[in-house]
């Protein structure tokens, strides 16, 4: 079977929203969209290298998908990262995407719980999912995530979207690793007890 793992980007205070970019998810008047590139070093790169390794699926909600998919399939080739991301398998969660453009990609249309169960029963190595905040929930709902792969970095954004959102349940987690990196980030992988 294999393993589905949760990748993300957080702030001290949990925001996920917009990690990467100025303008990747200004949803509710998020105004710091970018703020985790300061924090990428050496200790990251590696981490998330050793991850790709093992990845021979990537799992995207819309968003996140069209965003990857506006860069990744012109990224510069010497790009570390662009060859897992080309190259790999993608399925997309989406209510309203008909065609994706993005080689290797595959559409999931209706149930996303039952669909994902099903691809974590196929043999292979894991499933990533990068960001997809929304899609996320659905998969900590439908107890389908093996591992958190979380990057905890030092700013407090005060609010955002978060990756634990719903009030109402409770996530216990076993820490399994932990890095600290060069820039102050925390580098840790949890998974449900």
């Not at 702030?11 to 008047?29: C, I, K």
Request: charged content about 25%; cysteine-free.
């Amino acid at each position: 079977m294999r393993r589905l793992i949760v990748i993300e980007l957080l702030s001290l205070d949990g925001v996920m929203q917009a990690p990467a970019g100025p303008d990747e998810d200004n949803e509710g008047g998020f105004r710091h969209g970018g703020w985790s590139r300061e924090y990428f070093d050496e200790t990251s790169a590696a981490a998330a290298a050793e991850g790709m390794a093992g990845t021979d699926a990537y799992l995207f909600g819309r968003k996140t998908y069209e965003n990857m998919a506006a860069y990744w399939p012109t990224a510069p080739p010497e790009d570390p990262f662009a060859e897992s991301l080309n190259d790999t398998t993608k399925y997309v969660a989406s209510r309203t995407l008909k065609k994706l453009e993005w080689r290797n990609s595959i559409l999931i249309e209706g149930d996303v719980a039952k669909a994902v169960a099903e691809l974590k029963d196929r043999p292979g190595g894991n499933i990533a999912v990068l960001g997809s905040g929304d899609l996320v929930q659905t998969l900590i709902e439908s107890d389908l995530v093996d591992a958190y792969s979380l990057t905890v970095n030092p700013i407090a954004l005060g609010g955002g979207k978060r990756l634990f959102r719903n009030p109402e349940q409770s996530t216990r987690l076993r820490l399994v690793d932990s890095q600290t990196t060069s820039k102050g980030s925390l580098l840790l992988t949890f998974e449900p007890e």
